[in-house]
């Protein structure tokens, strides 16, 4: 996927690209940015100094945090470029440019996301949501126990493709934004997200998939 959109106030254009290998894509653009190293990075944000950037974005494995942290890079780049103070009287300029930018790209990439979709809203920012499983006859109980199941199984699948990708260990949090959470059905009137973090919490408190830290 490669899109692009224009920053009209900071007279800024930026490229948002996702791909398969950051590395090899950045290759393709040395003739803007100059030569990069070719790492496999789960993202990375370039500029040629004079207003063209380019957010690259690894398609397997991301996450919002990986979107969060290029668009930080991109904020503080466009800043330099405008010559933006960012000194402690002065964040609010960047901060809203900050929230802008993430509205922008992260609406290019949300697909890409697996597990729970994160709704951007102009009003209230973004948010989790986690539909209900349809009505059956099963108890609440049964339902839980097997939503329960499916979140361990998709838990250990997840934890395998990290494996074969080399990685030895990962954060509970990046594993919660990677790993495929199965619709919730617990009793109405609860916090779904809230109840399906706490139970995935305790599910890698037992440390039966994979080093934590």
């Known amino acids: 996927m490669k899109k692009c959109f224009d920053v009209p106030l900071y007279e800024a254009r930026v490229w948002v690209v996702v791909c398969d ?39 397997r494995g991301l996450t919002v945090d990986v979107i969060a942290h290029e668009v930080f890079h991109l904020t503080h780049r466009i800043g330099e470029w405008c010559s933006l103070n960012f000194d402690a009287d002065h964040h609010e300029a960047t901060a809203l440019l900050h929230g802008w930018l993430f509205r922008r790209v ?22 989790v949501s986690l539909p209900r499983m349809k009505d059956t006859s099963e ?13 361990a199984r998709n838990i250990e699948k997840t934890i395998r493709n990290l494996k074969a990708d080399g990685v030895v260990a990962v954060s ?42």
């Open 106 to 127: 992260f609406k290019l990439t949300e697909k890409y996301l697996p597990g729970p979709k994160i709704k951007v809203d102009n009003r209230r920012g973004p948010r």
């Open 139 to 151: 108890s609440p109980a049964n339902l839980l126990e097997v939503w329960t199941e499916t979140l």
């Open 21 to 59: 290998h950051v590395g090899q894509e950045r290759a393709k653009w040395n003739c803007e940015f100059g030569e990069g190293a070719d790492f496999d990075y789960p993202g990375l944000c370039s500029n040629n100094g004079r207003g063209f950037y380019t957010l690259f974005f690894k398609r």
């Open 172 to 213: 509970a949090n990046n594993l919660w934004a990677t790993v495929t959470i199965p619709q919730y059905g617990g009793p109405a009137g609860t916090n779904g997200a809230y109840s399906a973090r706490q139970i995935f919490d305790t599910l890698i408190a037992k440390n039966k998939f994979v080093s934590i830290r």
